[in-house]
Nanobody
């Protein structure tokens, strides 16, 4: 199973960007998709996530500005980032917990390679 992020790049403060995360391969079902980020000199932190049960969670620093959503048919998660700030600059990673078609009782964790978002004037 592969996880590929896209949609990052350079933005100015106050701009909006949308990140996409697509999981593909031998997927029976997806239990969880989440976005994390790591800025230089800082630890990786949760940005936003959701479960197949409908729970959505946001990091304190992005509440009210970012929104996560998913497309079950496309095994894709989106992160809509509004009112971007310089402190949002980071590499954004997508994490997926899924059940493989071959072993649909054992959750598997996979991460994307990351997508750089730079917010600067």
């Amino acid at each position: 199973v592969q996880v590929v992020e896209s949609g990052g790049g350079l933005a100015q403060p106050g701009d909006s960007l949308t990140l996409s995360c697509e999981a593909s391969g031998s997927i029976h079902s997806i239990n969880y998709m989440g976005w994390y980020r790591k800025a230089p000199g800082k630890e990786r932190e949760l940005v936003a996530d959701f479960t197949s049960g409908g729970r959505t969670n946001y990091g304190d620093t992005v509440k009210g500005r970012f929104s996560i959503s998913g497309d079950n048919f496309k095994n894709t998660a989106y992160l809509q980032m509004n009112r971007l700030k310089p402190e949002d600059t980071a590499v954004y990673y997508c994490k997926v917990l899924y059940l493989d078609q071959a072993t649909p009782w054992e959750p598997v964790e996979v991460w994307g390679k990351g997508n750089l978002v730079t917010v600067s004037s």
